[in-house]
């Protein structure tokens, strides 16, 4: 009789602890599946809300990240919840210490919190999106995602910055409106400067006419400067974001170029020895 009893206890706790785990296993299915059906409806969502209203694409991106972010924090929190329980721990503890940590961070994780706020207000006000080219926390490059903690921002050189939002104190979006292209382009002092800028302003209107990216000009806008051997001339235009450095190496190629084919000389320093 002890010997089954011992047996039906050993069988019972089996099954219990089976039962645990099978538990265990359909929560972290169930957890699989919510966050894919989740994050499908959100990404859903602002495709629709891209379309219908005309939102930049940026804009829609860092949005959407940011819902994705949030959205699977609170499904981590319910599955943690859900898997206290099934081991027969009240959750209300759970609670209870979320709220604790949430008193802990105001009065010790100030840092976290200013994250936290600045990005949030980073995203009310638009200031940045993704895709961007900004300059923030003293990084240049191009904004991959906004969160609320962090803003990761690819340098031109390919290194990923991860910026605390509370570093960022200032930022400077490059990307609002179009650019500006500016080319310096020097002759010598015997030339004809009208004949210089006749010559470059032909050039920079065949320029625009095969370059969509440019938006207004080029234009020679004249005599930048008077340097000791050289006449510095100016040309401006204004391109799409991004095309920029394009349209400025292209310039000054084709501009040169026309310079040399009317014998318009770019002028260079001279070194005279003289033997004694």
């Known amino acids: 009789m002890s010997q089954w009893l011992n047996n039906w206890t050993e069988g019972a706790f089996l099954?219990?602890?089976?039962?645990?785990?099978?538990?265990?296993?359909?929560?972290?299915?169930?957890?699989?599946?919510?966050?894919s059906i989740g994050t499908r409806l959100i990404r859903g969502t602002f495709s629709k809300m891209e379309r219908q209203k005309n939102m930049?694409?940026?804009?829609?991106?860092?949005?959407q990240k940011l819902s994705v972010n949030a959205f699977s924090y609170v499904l981590i929190f319910v599955f943690i919840t859900i898997v206290i329980s099934i081991f027969g721990l009240n959750p209300t503890g759970l609670i209870a210490g979320a709220g604790v940590i949430g008193l802990a961070i105001g009065f010790g994780a100030q840092g976290l919190v200013s994250d936290v706020v600045t990005g949030f207000f980073l995203l009310l006000e638009k200031q940045i999106d993704v895709d961007d080219y900004v300059?923030?926390?003293?990084?240049?490059?191009?904004?991959?995602?906004?969160?609320?903690?962090?803003?990761?921002?690819?340098?031109?050189?390919?290194?990923?910055?991860?910026?605390?939002?509370?570093?960022?104190?200032?930022?400077?979006?490059?990307?609002?409106?179009?650019?500006?292209?500016?080319?310096?382009?020097s002759i010598s002092y015997d030339d004809n400067i009208d004949h210089a800028i006749a010559v470059l302003q032909q050039a920079c209107d065949r320029i625009a006419a095969e370059d969509p990216t440019i938006k207004e000009g080029p234009n020679v806008i004249g005599v930048q400067g008077?340097?000791?051997?050289?006449?510095?001339?100016?040309?401006?235009?204004?391109?799409?974001?991004?095309?920029?450095?394009?349209?400025?190496?292209?310039?000054?190629?084709?501009?040169?170029?026309?310079?040399?084919?009317?014998n318009i000389e770019i002028p260079f320093p001279h070194q005279v020895y003289i033997e004694k």
Request: glycine share 10%.
């Open 56 to 63: 930049s694409a940026g804009r829609v991106q860092t949005l």
């Open 15 to 35: 099954l219990g602890i089976a039962m645990i785990i099978g538990q265990v296993i359909l929560a972290i299915i169930a957890f699989f599946i919510a966050r």
């Open 135 to 185: 300059t923030a926390g003293g990084v240049d490059g191009v904004v991959e995602e906004v969160g609320l903690r962090t803003t990761q921002i690819r340098g031109f050189d390919g290194t990923l910055h991860f910026i605390p939002n509370r570093d960022i104190s200032s930022v400077s979006n490059h990307s609002r409106g179009n650019m500006r292209a500016l080319v310096d382009i």
């Open 226 to 262: 008077l340097g000791d051997s050289d006449v510095v001339l100016r040309i401006i235009a204004k391109t799409e974001n991004m095309a920029q450095w394009a349209v400025e190496r292209k310039l000054r190629k084709e501009l040169k170029e026309a310079l040399d084919a009317n």
